[in-house]
């Protein structure tokens, strides 16, 4: 969609000013911990972009909450698997030989989107170590979240989608639907079924670029959706409902959620493809 589209679709002037009147409709707080999913090509024109999107945010809930946004770097991963696109067999190795080390601060962000790419650029947010399923958040309790990311539990237990379900986070799906609900991979590793695959990355050892292996728990967000579905048609009062710009969004607690999901998961197991 054109920018020219995008204004055509607007039906009145969205800016920061408005985003923070719709924030406060949707029951978003001063001091609030929130994850952020978004699709700001949802959300219609607004005057200065996904910044007007961070700096609502930010001066909504201010220095006494928290922000996290996943910040997701899967091009640092076994080349092998690799699907969208695939590159040929005869560069896995020479991929994992050469792709630059994880860096906090350099390393792109893949699939996350302008919101989260701008979220990142602002010097106050500190993003965590994992190579490819990293986090970064902002505020109160962004360095104690962010910290000790486990490579081979990304998603799991200690790491900062825990760390979050310990807390009263409240889940923000901007536009998006559960598919891009990074709360329910904690689901996947509290469940009972697991299946592991072996992946490698790029990372920093003793300060030297080195390409190391570890397992990873097969994670499968095409189920999310029907998960979200079974949720609200059980949960919907603890759902709050409405529109951030002209986005449909959803505010969701999270720990209900990943109950749920688990609870789902349990009894949905399935096959798995070696």
């Given at each position: 969609?054109?920018?020219?589209?995008?204004?055509?679709?607007?039906?009145?002037?969205?800016?920061?000013?408005?985003?923070?009147?719709?924030?406060?409709?949707?029951?978003?707080?001063?001091?609030?911990?929130?994850?952020?999913?978004s699709?700001?090509?949802?959300?219609?024109?607004?005057?200065?972009?996904?910044?007007?999107?961070?700096?609502?945010?930010?001066?909504?809930?201010?220095?006494?909450?928290?922000?996290?946004?996943p910040?997701?770097?899967?091009?640092?991963?076994?080349?092998?698997?690799?699907?969208?696109?695939?590159?040929?067999?005869?560069?896995?190795?020479?991929?994992?030989?050469?792709?630059?080390?994880y860096?906090?601060?350099?390393?792109?962000?893949?699939?996350?989107?302008?919101?989260?790419?701008?979220?990142?650029?602002?010097?106050?947010?500190?993003?965590?170590?994992?190579?490819?399923?990293?986090?970064?958040?902002?505020?109160?309790?962004?360095?104690?979240?962010?910290?000790?990311?486990?490579?081979?539990?990304?998603?799991?237990?200690?790491?900062?989608?825990?760390?979050?379900?310990?807390?009263?986070?409240?889940?923000?799906?901007?536009?998006?639907?559960?598919?891009?609900?990074?709360?329910?991979?904690?689901?996947?590793?509290l469940?009972?079924?697991?299946?592991?695959?072996?992946?490698?990355?790029?990372?920093?050892?003793?300060?030297?670029?080195?390409?190391?292996?570890?397992?990873?728990?097969d994670?499968?967000?095409?189920?999310?959706?029907?998960?979200?579905?079974?949720?609200?048609?059980?949960?919907?009062?603890?759902?709050?409902?409405?529109?951030?710009?002209?986005?449909?969004?959803r505010?969701?607690?999270?720990?209900?959620?990943?109950?749920?999901?688990?609870?789902?998961?349990?009894?949905?197991?399935?096959?798995?493809?070696?």
């Amino acid at each position: 969609m054109t920018e020219f589209d995008s204004i055509q679709k607007t039906n009145k002037f969205q800016s920061t000013a408005t985003l923070m009147k719709q924030l406060h409709s949707l029951g978003i707080q001063e001091g609030d911990s929130i994850i952020v999913h978004s699709s700001l090509s949802q959300m219609g024109w607004i005057a200065g972009a996904e910044q007007a999107v961070v700096e609502a945010l930010m001066q909504v809930i201010t220095p006494k909450g928290t922000i996290v946004m996943p910040a997701q770097s899967t091009a640092n991963s076994e080349p092998s698997y690799w699907s969208l696109p695939p590159v040929p067999e005869a560069w896995h190795q020479p991929i994992r030989d050469a792709i630059p080390a994880y860096n906090p601060h350099l390393t792109s962000l893949r699939g996350m989107g302008k919101i989260a790419e701008c979220f990142l650029r602002h010097p106050d947010t500190i993003r965590s170590d994992h190579p490819a399923h990293s986090f970064m958040a902002w505020g109160k309790n962004a360095k104690e979240w962010m910290s000790n990311h486990p490579l081979e539990n990304s998603f799991g237990v200690e790491s900062p989608i825990w760390k979050m379900y310990q807390s009263s986070v409240k889940i923000v799906l901007i536009g998006v639907n559960y598919d891009s609900c990074t709360a329910l991979h904690l689901a996947e590793y509290l469940a009972d079924q697991k299946y592991y695959s072996k992946q490698g990355a790029s990372i920093l050892v003793n300060g030297k670029r080195q390409w190391v292996t570890y397992d990873m728990l097969d994670v499968d967000s095409e189920r999310f959706p029907v998960i979200g579905k079974e949720f609200e048609a059980q949960f919907s009062s603890s759902i709050h409902y409405g529109k951030l710009g002209q986005a449909r969004t959803r505010i969701i607690p999270i720990r209900p959620l990943v109950d749920f999901g688990v609870e789902w998961l349990n009894t949905h197991s399935v096959q798995h493809e070696q």
